[in-house]
């Protein structure tokens, strides 16, 4: 029977060395009263330590002072199994410290894998990661010197044919947050943008017998609507009402309840590229032209994800070119339909047809689902693998990007041809290079591989990998150059500037 208490009594439950599941996503549906008084009462008691935390997508507020980062910072965690870490600033520094065990894993198979505790099963089976880092044949999930768990990936064979088989450790403790609790302690979150995975997490927190703790925003005296339960209360065991913060208010905008006309997701997409000049300080229109070449690639009826960064441009040109309002955009949170958020809203969609569970989302992407994707790259390799993960002292993690690529029909990478201090306008239709960034994006061998060029060949993949002076293609051999831009050189600005040999269209002309 569940309880109503305060958060620091539903902190008391947490025990030093439990496995807690965190379901959230990013910086949106975050318990955050709960994670602050697991922090105070660690400062103050030294406990809970040695915890395991899991979370599909990992749960900071890019704040190191929020949530989970103080308790995570102090020491509170002895391991961490994230998708995604770029949104834990000092986490993601400390994992590469060596500070705990740290494991990425991509977000649709923590997700998939959290389902299938929830039904008693171990683990689960999926083709998701053959040939990336996470393949043990390639590196493993592991991020640091210290983390040699061999026992989360394994690669098993079934009727002739591969797969990886990904294990969790079970869980002792779930932290969720919803919007409602009724009489019985049914859970509803009709004030959240997501839901990401909060049924099966419980669920699988229940079959190992733990507690399933909750905050909510209002108690409810009325019981509700059965269609609008997303954990019932037989599955709850604490229940902590909160005042929602300032910013959870503001996402209550973005549950659900509000349209949003073609007009005005034009109108938001022309705020993209101001948005990006602000940041970057200069005058470079590289993403812009990125954005409008990878946009050709949509046709009408495409069910597409859009990634952030560069990507993102991708929406701009489409609503300029009137074909946006003729596909239908998705979210890995489970949003279908509508105009993906960004920045810290990122996994919200405004005015979306559905939005359902996380880890029905990655059933649509690993079963074929996307007509198209596009994702931003940090290194591509001389056979066409990409690096999306690991910068040279940083780790942002794999999050959705391996799912999402893994079985699109066409999977178009937007980015620089180098990086820092490239800087590229457009004159008259011709593209001309003002400066040459210092560091090379199309290298020899890539710090580690987030997309593996191998498995795209063998599953018939479409592969484009657009930058602001050419497109390429991938082929079994690696790269073909197929397109040049007007005005650019295509040895001086291309070929010359490669550390290895590509194939050359014949389209492309010769200087």
Known sequence: MFQIMDAKQAAEMIKDGDCVCINAFLALSNAEEIHKVIYDRF?????PKDLTLISQSGYGNWDENRLGEPYIRAGAARKLIFGHYGCMVSTGRLALQNEFEAYNLPMGVISHAIRSQAGGLPGCLSKVGLGI?????VEGPG???????DSMVQVVTIDNDEYLYYKLPKFDIAIIKGTTVDPNGNISFENECV???ALSVAQAVKANNGKVIVQVDRVSHEFGRPWNVIVPGVLVDAVVVCEPTVESKTTQ?????????????QYWFKKVKAESEKLTGRNDSSADIIGRRAARELKRGDIVNIGIGIPEMVGKYASESGILNYINLTVESGGIGGLPASDRAFGATIGADAIYHMSMQFD????????IC????????????????RGPNTFAGIGGFANIASAAKTVVFCLTFNARGLETVEKNGMVCINSEGSIPKFINEIRSISFSAHQAIKNGQRVLYVTERCVFRLIDSGLELIEVAPGIALNRDILDQLPFDVKVSPQCNRE
Do not use: C, W
């Open 374 to 389: 596009f994702l931003g790259a940090l290194e591509v390799d001389r056979f066409g693998n990409v690096n999306s993960h």
């Open 364 to 371: 649509f992407y690993d079963g074929g689902g996307l007509d």
């Open 253 to 265: 905008t973005l549950s659900g309840d509000i349209h949003v006309p073609f007009t005005q997701m």
């Open 143 to 149: 991020i640091n010197d210290i983390s040699k768990d």
């Open 43 to 47: 400062k103050e008691t030294g406990s």
């Open 195 to 197: 839901t990401v995975d």
């Open 133 to 137: 880092f996470v393949d043990p044949r």
